[in-house]
C-alpha cells in the first residue's frame, strides 16, 4: 500500500505560482505511476497531470498545459506539481495519486488552492 500526503497548497493572487508536493509511504514509489487531479465546488475531478515512474514521461491536461510542470523524486518518495501564472479558475483542491497498472488506487487527502482575482 501507499499513504500519500500532499502539501503546499494555499491563497495566491492571479499570476502567482505555488508549488504542490505530495509525499509518498514506502520503499516502493518508483514502481508507480504519479498523478495529480483537482476538484473544484460542484465540479467533477479534472485530471491536471501525470508521470511516470522514472519521471521521463509527463502528460497534462488542457487547462493547466504550458503554466505547469509535474516532476517526482524517487529518492525523496515525492512528486511535485510546479503551478504558474495561476488563475481564479485553477481554485480547487489538489489531490494526488498513485497507480501501479492502469486505475489509480491510492489518493491523497487533498489540500486547497485558491486563487484570488
Known amino acids: 500500500q501507499v499513504q500519500l500526503v500532499e502539501s503546499g497548497g494555499g491563497l495566491v493572487q492571479a499570476g502567482g505560482s505555488l508549488r504542490l508536493s505530495c509525499a509518498a509511504s514506502?520503499?516502493?514509489?518508483?514502481?508507480?505511476?504519479m498523478g495529480w487531479f483537482r476538484q473544484a465546488p460542484g465540479k467533477e475531478r479534472e485530471f491536471v497531470a501525470t508521470?511516470?515512474?522514472?519521471?521521463?514521461?509527463?502528460a497534462y491536461g488542457d487547462s493547466v498545459k504550458g503554466r505547469s510542470t509535474i516532476s517526482r523524486d524517487n529518492a525523496k518518495n515525492t512528486v511535485y506539481l510546479q503551478m504558474n501564472s495561476l488563475k481564479p479558475e485553477d481554485t480547487a483542491i489538489y489531490y494526488c495519486?498513485?497507480?501501479?497498472?492502469?486505475?489509480?488506487?491510492?489518493w491523497g487527502q487533498g489540500t486547497q488552492v485558491t486563487v484570488s482575482s
Open positions: 495519486a498513485a497507480r501501479w497498472r492502469s486505475t489509480y488506487d491510492y
Open positions: 514506502g520503499r516502493t514509489f518508483s514502481s508507480y505511476v
Open positions: 508521470i511516470s515512474r522514472f519521471g521521463d514521461t509527463t
